[in-house]
């Protein structure tokens, strides 16, 4: 409103007489050529507005506030000047969260004033791995080199450390001090802690890009690079189960979850497909694919919408799969239709539901932490504050704040208010 009054013209306030316009030139030292003036011009973009375009106007007001808006409670940013890759919380208080990051540390620190409790130094490359083990003593961390440590977090020193191939994803046991280990050259590595008596599992020569001991502790379900998914009897030291050909994915995994008995797996890929896998039989009981309303690429550019991130509601038979391209679909369990797809305006990076509500989140590549309703689909509330993508978060038992970690090379934590709390 500022730029058009009610018909449509130009305020006559902007309008400025030839001879200021004049003056105004004459004060640039150097008066470009006309040519400069030309390609100055090109670049702009001369579009009308429109008369009822008024919302126009209104977002980019709204950018310019969302820019400085900051709805956290607490930042953390000792990771200096660079990338915070990974963050997860100790599962007993959910008071400490541990961070890694692009300059090689990782850090365990206090939710509630950012206090720092441990440095963990020594790292090679950047962290991307940092677990906490399930009773809390223990925090593992783990570098893209294959570089791993474990340090006891009340005695804040390292007790224990081993070198792998490049890393892909490391995971505690549900209930025992055993760590595991997934690397670039397909093998899945099994240790006890402190003792380091070691396991390994065997694989086609291809990266092991995500696993999850399965609840049971018995049992652990990984991915592979060519699409496989394998069920390992962890004791027994065989893969029970081989899941691939038509009904397996057909591209790299790239995350995996199950439900809370571990007797279904969901399974997200670069294919753009999640598949629900009965853990017991080994067999696909479900596929399910973005609905694209896209027109329809060429054969070799169809998988660009990836599989970023999946998961299964607690509470109800619903489970959440998050696309690069920013859509978050949200399936019925039972009659395996899409009941909602909540669009993103990027890349959705990470979900996580709501341990006891029907409440999934999704931490974006714009940078915004958004909660959304599972029922009805809608946004229930969002959270700004990061200037770069969040690269990963996790949600407390409560569901009463969120950790963030970014690529703005800082960690946050928001406070998650809801009208029914």
């Given at each position: 409103?500022?730029?058009?009054?009610?018909?449509?013209?130009r305020?006559?306030?902007?309008?400025?007489?030839?001879?200021?316009?004049?003056?105004?030139?004459?004060?640039?030292e150097?008066?470009?050529?006309?040519?400069?003036?030309?390609?100055?011009?090109?670049?702009v973009?001369?579009?009308?507005?429109?008369?009822?375009?008024?919302?126009?106007?209104?977002?980019?007001?709204?950018?310019?506030?969302?820019?400085?808006?900051?709805?956290?409670?607490?930042?953390?940013?000792k990771?200096?000047?660079?990338?915070?890759?990974?963050?997860?919380?100790?599962?007993v208080?959910?008071?400490?969260?541990?961070?890694?990051?692009?300059?090689d540390?990782?850090?365990?620190?206090?939710?509630?004033?950012?206090?720092?409790l441990?440095?963990?130094?020594?790292?090679?490359?950047?962290?991307?791995?940092?677990v906490?083990?399930?009773?809390?003593?223990?925090?593992?961390?783990?570098?893209?080199?294959?570089?791993?440590?474990?340090?006891?977090?009340?005695?804040?020193?390292?007790?224990?450390?081993f070198?792998?191939?490049?890393?892909?994803?490391?995971?505690?046991?549900?209930?025992?001090?055993?760590?595991?280990?997934?690397?670039?050259?397909?093998?899945?590595w099994?240790?006890?802690i402190?003792?380091?008596?070691?396991?390994?599992?065997q694989?086609?020569g291809?990266?092991?890009?995500?696993?999850?001991v399965?609840?049971?502790?018995?049992?652990?379900?990984?991915?592979?690079?060519?699409?496989?998914?394998?069920?390992?009897?962890?004791?027994?030291?065989?893969?029970?189960?081989?899941?691939?050909?038509?009904?397996?994915?057909?591209?790299?995994?790239?995350?995996?979850a199950c439900?809370?008995?571990?007797?279904?797996?969901?399974?997200?890929?670069?294919?753009?497909s999640?598949?629900?896998?009965?853990t017991?039989?080994?067999?696909?009981?479900?596929?399910?694919a973005?609905?694209?309303?896209?027109?329809t690429?060429?054969?070799?550019?169809?998988?660009?919408?990836?599989?970023?991130?999946?998961?299964?509601?607690?509470?109800?038979?619903?489970?959440a799969?998050?696309?690069l391209?920013?859509t978050?679909?949200?399936?019925?369990?039972?009659?395996?239709?899409?009941?909602?797809?909540?669009?993103?305006?990027?890349?959705?990076?990470?979900?996580q539901?709501?341990?006891?509500?029907?409440?999934?989140?999704?931490?974006?590549?714009?940078?915004?932490?958004?909660?959304?309703?599972?029922?009805?689909?809608?946004?229930?509330?969002?959270?700004?504050g990061?200037?770069a993508?969040?690269?990963?978060f996790?949600?407390?038992?409560?569901?009463?704040?969120?950790?963030t970690?970014?690529?703005?090379?800082?960690?946050k934590?928001?406070?998650?208010?809801?009208?029914?709390?």
């Open positions: 409103h500022h730029l058009w009054s009610e018909s449509g013209e305020q006559p306030e902007t309008l400025h007489g030839d001879e200021e316009i004049i003056e105004v030139i004459d004060l640039n150097a008066e470009p050529a006309p040519d400069d003036l030309a390609d100055d011009l090109e670049d973009d001369f579009e009308d507005p429109g008369v009822d375009d008024e919302e126009g106007w209104e977002t980019e007001d709204e950018m310019e506030a969302e820019a400085g808006q900051d709805d956290s409670e607490l930042t953390f940013s990771h200096t000047g660079s990338l915070v890759f990974c963050v997860s919380l100790d599962p208080t959910n008071s400490l969260a541990v961070t890694g990051g692009e300059d540390k990782a850090f365990v620190w206090k939710v509630s004033d950012g206090e720092v441990l440095q963990c130094l020594g790292h090679k490359d950047s962290v991307t791995c940092a906490f083990s399930h009773d809390s003593t223990m925090v593992a961390t783990g570098d893209m080199s294959g570089l791993i440590k474990v340090w006891k977090v009340e005695a804040k020193e390292e007790i224990w450390s070198e792998v191939g490049d890393l892909e994803w490391l995971e505690w046991h549900p209930c025992a001090p055993v760590l595991l280990a997934g690397t670039n050259d397909g093998s899945v099994m240790w006890k402190p003792a380091g008596d070691c396991k390994t599992f694989s086609p291809c990266q092991a890009t995500s696993g999850k399965l609840p049971d502790g018995k049992r652990a379900a990984v991915g592979y690079e060519d699409g496989t998914v394998r069920v390992w009897d962890l004791k027994q030291g065989n893969a029970v189960h081989i899941i691939k050909g038509q009904d397996g994915h057909q591209g790299a995994l790239t995350c995996l439900n809370k008995d571990g007797s279904l797996v969901l399974t997200g890929s670069v294919d753009g999640a598949k629900l896998i009965n017991n039989t080994g067999k696909v009981v479900g596929t399910f973005a609905e694209s309303d896209k027109v690429l060429s054969s070799d550019e169809t998988a660009s919408n990836s599989v970023e991130s999946v998961g299964f509601c607690n509470i109800l038979p619903l489970i799969v998050g696309f391209d920013g978050l679909a949200i399936y019925d369990l039972s009659s395996q239709g899409l009941r909602h797809s909540c669009q993103h305006e990027a890349g959705i990076a990470h979900l539901w709501e341990e006891s509500s029907a409440v999934v989140s999704t931490g974006s590549l714009d940078g915004v932490l958004r909660l959304w309703d599972g029922r009805s689909g809608s946004m229930v509330s969002e959270y700004r990061h200037a993508e969040i690269l990963d996790t949600v407390n038992r409560e569901a009463s704040f969120a950790v970690a970014a690529g703005d090379y800082h960690a934590v928001f406070c998650l208010q809801r009208p029914d709390r």
